[in-house]
C-alpha cells in the first residue's frame, strides 16, 4: 500500500514538472517591410486601458527619471545610418537621428520636412525640392542641396552594398554612373544652395516616397566615387552626424542606446532632453513596465493576457491602433486544384476567420479581404467580405466540379484530391492556433489539408525562390502608398526570387496597377485603386486573414504620445514630455 | 609526458579538418539562404543574384569550403553577412561576456558540487544527502527560462533587489570599480539559474563517482589497518573519485558555453549564445562556421586536458 501511494506521488511529481515548462514561444507572424497597407477594421474598444494618476508609479522612482524618457523597443543592430538601417528597429533609430525631405502627415500624403516646398515638372518625372534655409548639423554645419545631392549619389555608388539602391536605381542617368565613366548622376541635380531637383525616368505616383532618405552631411561622409565603405566604417565606428532631433551619444550591442536632445533643431523645441532606446524581450518586457524601468513599450503583442496585465499595472496606457500589416495564406495558382478562382472562393467562405480571430486575438483584430487599408484613400468598403457560410463552400466546390467519388471524405476531380500541404513556420502560437482550427473547418467541406513546419528562413526559400507550395501564411507589412502592391501583384513579378509567389497573372489587374502608378490625378487614382481593391476581393489569391493591432504602451507620466497607423512613435517624438 | 601532449595535438589537426567539413556540410545543405530574408523586399531578382554571386552561393560546395578553409588559415574569419564586420569584431565582445559570466559560474559550480557530492556519499541517505537529492532531481528538471522568469518577477519585480536583466543599467555610465559592481549585481540571476542548474547534475556524478569508489575493497583494508576515518575518505577514497570527476570537468568546459543560450537571451545578457542562434536562423554562414569550430577546438581541448588530468591523478594511467 505504502509502496502504491509513493509510487503515484512519485510519478504526479514527475508529470508536473514536465508541465511546468510548457507553453513556450509565442511570436507573431513575420513581415517584411514594403508591402501597401490596407487598413483593418474598428478597433476593439474593449481594450482600453487608462493609467489611473494617483497611484505609485515605480518609472518615477527611476535615478534619471526627471530628464529621461526611456522606450523599450526590440533590439536594433546598430546600423543607425540612412544608407545602411536594415531592420525596421534601426529604422526608428535612424529616423529621430536624420530628417528627410518629406515624410507623411497623419493621413498619410506626402509633406515637406526639409523641403520648404516641392515642385513637380517634365511629365512629373522631376522632383524639384526648395529647402528650409535653417537647418544645422550637430556640429552647426548649414544643410544645403549639396548635401542632398550626396546622400543620393552615395547610394548609387558602385562600392555601396547596401539595400537602399533601390530608391535611386530608376533615376535618371544611375546606369551611367553605378557601371560607368560617369562623375555624377545626372538625373541628380543641384540648382543652387538650397535648390535640388531629381529625376526618374518614368514618372510614377510613388517615386515621391523613394526620396524619404535621412540626409547625411557630405561634409562628413563625403568620399569618393567608389569609396562608399567610408560610410560604413564611420558607423560601425559609432561615429554619426545627422540634423535630427536627437543627437546619438552611445550604442551599447543588444543593450540599449543613449541620445541628448538636439537644442538646435530646426524644428522647434526637442521637449525631452534625454532618451534611451533600451532593447527589450518579449520575456521581460511585461515586468519591465511593472518595476518602471522602462516609460514605454512600443509593440506589444495585442493578446489578452497582455492586456489583463497591463490593466492591473494601473500606472499604464495602451495607445492601440492599426498595425501597418495583414496576414494572409496564399494560394499556388498554378496547382490545377487552386486555379479556379470558384474554388479559392469556396475555401475563403469555408474558413470561419471570424472565429479565429476572437481566439487568437480576443477581438483585438480586424478581417480583411482585399490588400488595401481602411484607413487609406484608396478604400472602398463595397469588397464582399466572404463571412463564413459552410453551406455555401460546399454548393460553390460542388457546382466546381469537384466531389468526393471515392468516399474517402475529400472532394476530387478528375482523379486529383483536394488534399493540400500548408507550408509554415515553426514557433509561432498564431499558426499553432490556427491550424486545428482550419483543419476542422474545412473538413465540414470536404477539404483536408496537412500543416508542414518549417523554419521562417527555409519556409522563404522554398516559396519565393523555389515557388514549390500548396498553400503556406506569411503576412506582408504597409506603406502608405497602395502603389506598393504591383511588385506583389502583377504578373511580371511572377519569378523565381519574385515577391509574386503565388503566380497571379491576371490582365486586369496588371492593367490597373500599371495605371495606378503612373497617374498622378489624386480623384484618377483613387478610382483605380477601388477597381484594384474589388477585383482583388473577386479573384482572391490569397485568402486575406486579419490586420492586426499594434499596442504602444505608455506609462502614466508620459505626456503627448501620440501614434496613428502612418504615424509611428518617432513621427512626433519632440512633443513628448515626460513628469515626476 | 610533453611528447604525449605534442602528439594528442598533433592528432587534433586532422580531427578539427574532418570536423569543419562536417559541419560545414551540414549547414550548406540546410535549405534557405540570407538572401531570401536578409535583402529590402523591393530588391528585384536580378539583385537577389548578384547578391548570391557576391557571397559565393553559387559556387559548388567543396569550392566554397576550400576557399573558406585558405582563408581560415591566414587568420581570415571572413565577413559576418549580418553585421557586415569582421566576424572576429563580432565574436571578440560577445565572447568576453560569455566569459564573465560563465566562469564564476563553473567556479561556484564545482566549488560547491565536490564538496557536497563527498559527504552525500559518505554520508548517505542522511538528512543532507537526501537534501541534497531532491534538490538535484528538481534542478535537473526545471527548465532554465523558467526558472529565470521565476527569479526576475520575484527578486526583480516584486521586491525589487536587483536588475531584471541586461549587462549594465540602460544608459549607465560607470567606470572602473563602479563599473565592475554594476556587472557583478546584473550577474546574480543568470548566474543563480546556471550555476544551479549545473551544480544538480555534477552534484549527483561526484556523489555515484564517490559512492562507487567507497565500497571498493581497498578502503575497507585502509580502514581494516586503522586509519583515521578522514584520511581513508579524503586521501584514499576522494583521490580515486576524482578520476570521473576531471573527465567532467574537461567536458563541462563547452557546455557552459553553449548552454546558457536560453539564460542569455531570457536576461538579455549579450553573449556568445545568442549571436550563434541569430547566426543559424539567419544563415550567416561566416559567423556560424567560426562560432561552432570554436566550440570544437574547445570540445577537443577539453577532452585533452581531461585526458592529461586524468594521467596526473591516476598513478595506473601512464602515457608514453
Not at chain 1, 490582365?507 to 502608378?517: N, P, Y
Not at chain 2, 535549405?31 to 531578382?45: F, I, M, Q, W
Request: glycine residues 8%.
Amino acid at each position: 500500500m505504502k509502496k502504491k501511494i509513493t509510487w503515484l506521488l512519485a510519478l504526479s511529481l514527475v508529470l508536473s514538472a514536465a508541465l511546468t515548462g510548457c507553453g513556450g514561444g509565442a511570436t507573431e507572424p513575420a513581415a517584411s517591410d514594403n508591402v501597401p497597407q490596407e487598413n483593418a477594421t474598428e478597433i476593439n474598444e474593449a481594450v482600453e486601458v487608462v493609467a489611473d494618476e494617483t497611484i505609485a508609479n515605480p518609472a518615477k522612482n527611476r535615478d534619471n527619471a526627471a530628464d529621461t524618457f526611456v522606450v523599450g523597443m526590440h533590439e536594433a543592430k546598430g546600423e543607425f545610418l540612412s544608407a545602411y538601417n536594415s531592420t525596421t528597429h534601426d529604422g526608428y533609430i535612424n529616423k529621430i537621428m536624420y530628417d528627410c525631405l518629406i515624410t507623411n502627415n497623419k493621413e498619410g500624403a506626402p509633406v515637406g520636412m526639409l523641403a520648404e516646398s516641392f515642385e513637380m515638372s517634365n511629365e512629373n518625372r522631376t522632383y524639384t525640392f526648395k529647402l528650409r534655409e535653417d537647418v544645422k548639423f550637430w556640429d552647426g554645419t548649414p544643410l544645403t542641396a549639396k548635401d542632398v545631392a550626396f546622400t543620393f549619389t552615395a547610394l548609387a555608388d558602385p562600392a555601396y552594398d547596401g539595400r537602399y539602391n533601390t530608391s535611386v536605381f530608376e533615376m535618371e542617368g544611375y546606369d551611367a554612373y553605378n557601371t560607368g565613366d560617369a562623375d555624377h548622376v545626372s538625373g541628380i541635380e543641384v540648382i543652387d544652395e538650397y535648390t535640388v531637383a531629381i529625376t526618374y525616368v518614368t514618372a510614377k505616383a510613388d517615386n515621391i516616397w523613394q526620396l524619404e532618405i535621412g540626409i547625411m552631411p557630405e561634409h562628413f561622409y563625403g568620399f569618393e566615387k567608389g569609396g562608399a565603405q567610408k560610410m560604413r566604417d564611420l558607423m560601425n565606428a559609432n561615429e554619426y552626424m545627422g540634423s535630427g532631433r536627437y543627437i546619438f551619444e552611445r550604442f551599447e550591442p543588444k543593450q540599449f542606446a543613449t541620445f541628448t536632445a538636439n537644442e538646435n533643431w530646426y524644428g522647434g523645441e526637442v521637449k525631452t532632453k534625454n532618451l534611451i532606446t533600451k532593447f527589450t524581450t518579449p520575456d521581460t518586457q511585461m515586468q519591465e513596465l511593472q518595476a518602471g524601468t522602462i516609460d514605454a513599450q512600443i509593440q506589444v503583442p495585442a493578446k489578452e493576457e497582455n492586456g489583463i496585465q497591463l490593466e492591473d499595472m494601473g500606472f499604464i496606457n495602451v495607445n492601440p491602433y492599426l498595425a501597418n500589416s495583414y496576414g494572409y495564406i496564399g494560394f499556388n495558382l498554378r496547382d490545377e486544384r487552386l486555379e479556379d478562382k470558384e474554388v479559392r472562393q469556396a475555401l475563403t467562405y469555408g474558413f470561419n476567420r471570424n472565429a479565429f480571430i476572437q481566439i487568437y486575438y480576443n477581438g483585438n483584430a480586424a478581417l480583411i479581404n482585399t490588400p488595401i487599408s481602411k484607413v487609406s484613400w484608396a478604400y472602398t468598403d463595397e469588397v464582399n467580405s466572404y463571412n463564413y457560410d459552410m453551406d455555401k463552400a460546399n454548393a460553390m466546390l460542388d457546382e466546381a466540379g469537384w466531389v468526393d467519388t471515392n468516399g474517402d471524405g475529400t472532394r476530387d476531380k478528375n482523379g486529383k484530391e483536394l488534399q493540400f500541404v500548408w507550408d509554415t513556420y515553426t514557433d509561432s502560437r498564431y499558426v499553432e492556433t490556427m491550424i486545428p482550427m482550419l483543419q476542422a473547418d474545412w473538413k465540414k467541406i470536404g477539404v483536408g489539408v496537412e500543416a508542414n513546419l518549417m523554419d521562417f528562413n527555409t519556409l522563404v526559400e522554398k516559396v519565393y525562390t523555389e515557388q514549390d507550395f500548396d498553400l503556406y501564411n506569411m503576412a506582408w507589412s504597409l506603406t502608405t502608398d497602395p502603389g506598393s502592391n504591383h511588385s506583389t501583384f502583377h504578373s511580371q513579378f511572377d519569378e523565381p526570387d519574385g515577391n509574386n509567389s503565388v503566380g497571379l497573372r491576371n490582365a486586369k489587374i496588371d492593367d490597373l496597377l500599371e495605371r495606378g502608378s503612373i497617374e498622378f490625378d489624386q480623384e484618377t487614382r483613387k478610382a483605380i485603386y477601388k477597381e484594384f481593391a474589388l477585383a482583388m476581393n473577386e479573384e482572391l489569391p490569397y485568402m486575406f486573414l486579419s490586420q492586426g493591432q499594434d499596442w504602444d504602451v505608455v506609462n502614466a507620466r508620459v505626456k503627448n504620445f501620440n501614434v496613428s497607423p502612418y504615424e509611428n512613435w518617432t513621427w512626433h517624438i519632440e512633443d513628448v514630455e515626460v513628469t515626476n | 609526458m610533453s611528447k604525449y601532449i605534442l602528439k594528442r595535438l598533433l592528432h587534433m589537426i586532422p580531427v578539427i579538418l574532418v570536423i569543419s567539413i562536417l559541419i560545414f556540410g551540414i549547414i550548406k545543405l540546410a535549405p534557405g539562404s540570407p538572401v531570401g530574408t536578409n535583402l529590402d523586399p523591393r530588391a528585384t531578382p536580378e539583385q537577389k543574384q548578384l547578391e548570391r554571386t557576391r557571397l559565393g552561393l553559387d559556387e559548388p560546395l567543396y569550392v566554397q569550403y576550400g576557399l573558406w578553409l585558405s582563408r581560415v588559415v591566414q587568420g581570415d574569419l571572413g565577413k559576418s553577412f549580418l553585421y557586415q564586420k569582421p566576424v572576429k569584431d563580432v565574436i571578440g565582445p560577445y565572447l568576453k561576456n560569455t566569459f564573465i559570466l560563465n566562469i564564476p559560474v563553473f567556479i561556484l559550480a564545482f566549488g560547491i558540487s565536490i564538496p557536497v557530492g563527498i559527504h552525500s556519499a559518505v554520508k548517505r541517505y542522511s538528512v543532507f544527502d537526501n537534501f541534497w537529492t531532491v534538490f538535484s532531481l528538481i534542478g535537473i528538471s526545471l527548465p532554465s527560462f523558467f526558472f529565470g522568469l521565476l527569479l526576475i518577477y520575484f527578486f526583480a519585480v516584486k521586491i525589487q533587489i536587483l536588475p531584471i536583466n541586461g549587462m549594465i543599467e540602460a544608459g549607465s555610465n560607470t567606470t572602473g570599480f563602479a563599473y565592475a559592481l554594476e556587472v557583478t549585481k546584473h550577474m546574480v540571476l543568470p548566474g543563480l539559474v546556471l550555476t544551479i542548474g549545473s551544480l544538480a547534475s555534477y552534484v549527483r556524478y561526484t556523489r555515484n563517482g564517490m559512492l562507487e569508489v567507497i565500497h571498493q575493497d581497498y578502503i575497507r583494508t585502509a580502514r581494516a589497518k586503522g586509519l583515521n576515518e578522514k584520511v581513508v575518505v579524503y586521501r584514499h577514497g576522494f583521490r580515486n573519485a576524482l578520476l570521473p570527476i576531471v573527465t567532467l570537468l574537461g567536458y563541462s568546459l563547452i557546455f557552459l558555453l553553449s548552454g546558457a543560450v536560453i539564460v542569455e537571451t531570457v536576461f538579455n545578457w549579450p553573449g556568445m549564445g545568442r549571436v550563434l542562434l541569430e547566426s543559424v536562423t539567419m544563415r550567416d554562414y561566416n559567423l556560424m562556421m567560426a562560432v561552432m569550430m570554436l566550440y570544437a577546438i574547445l570540445t577537443l581541448v577539453g577532452n585533452l586536458l581531461a585526458d592529461i588530468g586524468y594521467a596526473l591523478v591516476d598513478p595506473r594511467v601512464k602515457v608514453d
